[in-house]
């Protein structure tokens, strides 16, 4: 069974829940942004479905809903923001501005976030990057769930890669990718729903391949994309976003969380280009007619576009959720 809700209900019901469970207005409504996006674009594993998660570390005392994030300068094209033990949309929006001046103004410009619990889609937070015509990239790392190539033991996050490339009054070219075989949030979805997932994706307690995603999930481990090039770029995102940052590995999150539902403290690093800086003056007619070349091959469809469509959508036909997990966020709204 399901339940239909207009996206004015989803944003009320996701502030509600917040509140309730002790975020103040800032931190509910930049959590509620999030989650609202995240359904409008249909990215369900990310969504409402996400919302019991921020709700049990906050009822945790884990993540602090009254936190106040602030803004360092440690060099003259790094902002370094403390989330102060925040959920990360807040910090990213006291931290979104300064990386953008910054980087109109130096030509390259990096954001550390430290102290914060990432739970959200990384696309969300480079399309607006490009949006200001910028190019991004941006990844963060989760608590081991995937083994690396050759190895059954949990080691790596999901560590999500996501970029955005700027295309002038057309939606920026912009994806979103977990480095593992699949998004934990979608084998967890599977697992709800009843669904199969693709051979590839994880092992059993057992270390066999399987398809099960509750086997996954229950003793068993997800894989990295692509085998040992995949488990390389998990490799890259845990040292960009831990090691270069001083945050957390994988690894070292899990040993300190308390195990609620929730994210684990971490770190998120981003990277902003300002193609004008680099020289060409016809960058973005260059890079948009190749872009429309690839696009226009048979077969081809650019990574986004069945979010852009969905988009225009849902503010009339609204999203359907679980009948269970609707009664959930009521009773934790109290």
């Not at 953008?100 to 976030?113: H, N, P």
């Not at 229950?218 to 945050?247: H, R």
């Not at 969380?257 to 060409?280: R, T």
């Not at 609204?318 to 009664?327: K, R």
Request: overall charge negative; hydrophobic content about 45%; glycine content about 10%.
């Amino acid at each position: 069974m399901t339940v239909r809700l207009p996206l004015a209900e989803v944003e009320a019901l996701s502030r509600r829940c917040l509140v309730a469970c002790g975020a103040d207005a800032a931190n509910a409504e930049a959590v509620t942004r999030t989650i609202v996006r995240a359904e409008q674009d249909h990215s369900v594993s990310h969504g409402l479905f996400r919302l019991p998660g921020y709700c049990a570390s906050l009822k945790s005392g884990k993540v602090d809903g009254h936190a106040r994030p602030t803004v360092e300068r440690p060099a003259p094209s790094v902002v370094r923001v403390d989330g102060k033990n925040a959920f990360a949309p807040l910090a990213l929006d006291v931290g979104r501005e300064p990386l953008i001046e910054t980087a109109k103004r130096q030509g390259v410009a990096a954001l550390a976030l430290v102290r914060v619990h990432h739970f959200s889609a990384l696309w969300a937070e480079v399309e607006p990057l490009a949006e200001a015509g910028l190019v991004a990239l941006a990844c963060t790392a989760y608590k081991p769930v995937v083994a690396p190539a050759g190895a059954r033991q949990p080691f790596f996050g999901t560590n999500p890669l996501a970029f955005a490339w700027p295309r002038g009054k057309k939606p920026p070219y912009v994806f979103d990718m977990a480095t593992s075989a699949m998004a934990r949030g979608e084998i967890q979805v599977a697992a709800r729903d009843g669904h199969a997932v693709p051979l590839g994706a994880g092992l059993d307690a057992a270390g066999e391949a399987t398809t099960d995603p509750n086997a996954i999930l229950d003793g068993g481990v997800q894989l990295p994309f692509g085998g040992y090039k995949g488990s390389a770029i998990m490799t890259m995102v845990e040292l960009l976003c831990a090691g270069l940052i001083g945050e957390r590995f994988s690894d070292e999150a899990a040993k300190l969380d308390n195990d609620d539902g929730g994210p684990p403290q971490g770190g998120e690093f981003m990277l902003a280009l300002d193609p004008q800086a680099f020289g060409h003056p016809n960058w973005l007619e260059h890079s948009d007619a190749w872009l429309e070349r690839l696009a226009g091959l048979e077969g081809v469809r650019l990574p986004g576009q069945r979010r852009h469509e969905a988009r225009q959508k849902t503010p009339t036909t609204g999203i359907t959720i679980p009948s269970a997990l609707h009664a959930e966020l009521l009773a934790l709204a109290g």
